[in-house]
């Protein structure tokens, strides 16, 4: 049996992102003890990868890059009495308000009175279409692209094909292009684009991305690299070889509920679980995730509080 640290608080926040940091703010303040854990090194969720500006307009009155927010965020979450565990992963969440929590001196057993989740959202991925041919390298997700290219400082491929109209999809093809590579096109199989006005606006037309609507990948070529994707128009039914190195999903996010999955039953989730930012629904603007975060931070705090009483 590995040995295993035991540690209590009022709150646990199962993340660091955006939401997670404001949670943690406003229920500390509120007087609750706070432990936030989150899997990554760095603080901030999404936002450290996302280096472009259009962050923090509505919390900061002016515009922010994706880190720099995060940066103003920390600052207050450090200034607060919440306690941080970073590069701690919550594996299980026990109906007796018990988290399980793998790190890299071993494991910990962390128990609460209130949980929120804020862990984020998941990218659709591109394997869950039914789409024949190889399984090359060279295809990623937006995100994972993202992260590739601006925390890693990879060089993902020169022939770029997106798949999907999101926002994180229009964003990474204005990056490819500032990065000197060509963007073949982007593919969508509605018969208008996705995403946020302001991307489309910004990054699409602004960069002239050629965009193919009506028409979706059905097949993909090459191995072990990537050398093209055949593009089905859905409109007349016909198929188009495109040469391309690197595919880009950008599919849609869905929010990361997986740890809570085993505390539903019919009734909903247990009145001590609470969810805010992408892991309730997915928000556009970190501003929002922020707000929803600091609701959540303080509706948590008063239930904490009124049970002290009783113990855990
Ligand atoms: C590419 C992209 C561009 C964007 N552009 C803008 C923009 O221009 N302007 C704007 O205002 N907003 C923008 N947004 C939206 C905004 O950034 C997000 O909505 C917000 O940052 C989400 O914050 P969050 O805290 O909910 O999630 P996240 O930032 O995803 O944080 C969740 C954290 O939880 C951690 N975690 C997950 N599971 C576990 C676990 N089991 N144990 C421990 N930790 C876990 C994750 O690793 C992560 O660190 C953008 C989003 C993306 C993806």
Known sequence: MPFIRDFSTDILIIGCGAAG??????????????????????????????????????????????????????????????????????????????AMVSSSDGLKSIRFRECILAAGCRERSIWSLPVSGTRP?????????????????????????????????????????????????????????????????ECIRAFSIPVILNSTVSAIHGYPRLTGVTLHHLDSGSDELIECDTLISALGLEPDRELAESLRNESGYSAWLHFCGNADFVHEIADSASAQGEKTGKIAAESALNSRNGGL
Do not use: W
């Open 21 to 98: 940091m404001a949670a943690a703010v406003a229920a500390a303040d509120s007087g609750a003890e706070v432990i936030v854990a989150d899997d990554r090194p760095v603080p901030g969720g999404i936002l450290p990868q996302c280096v472009h500006s259009g962050f923090g307009l509505g919390r900061y009155g002016q515009e922010l890059t994706g880190p720099e927010y995060s940066e103003r965020e920390f600052r207050r979450f450090r200034a607060s009495s919440a306690v941080y565990f970073p590069g701690c992963r919550v594996l299980s969440l026990s109906p007796d308000r018990t």
């Open 137 to 201: 390298e060279g295809v990623y997700t937006a995100g994972e692209a993202q992260e590739m290219t601006e925390l890693g400082g990879y060089d993902i491929g020169s022939r770029v094909f997106i798949l999907g109209s999101g926002d994180i999809g229009q964003i990474m093809a204005r990056r490819f292009v500032q990065l000197g590579k060509t963007v073949v096109g982007m593919a969508e199989q509605r018969g208008e684009l996705g995403g946020m006005k302001r991307n489309q606006e």
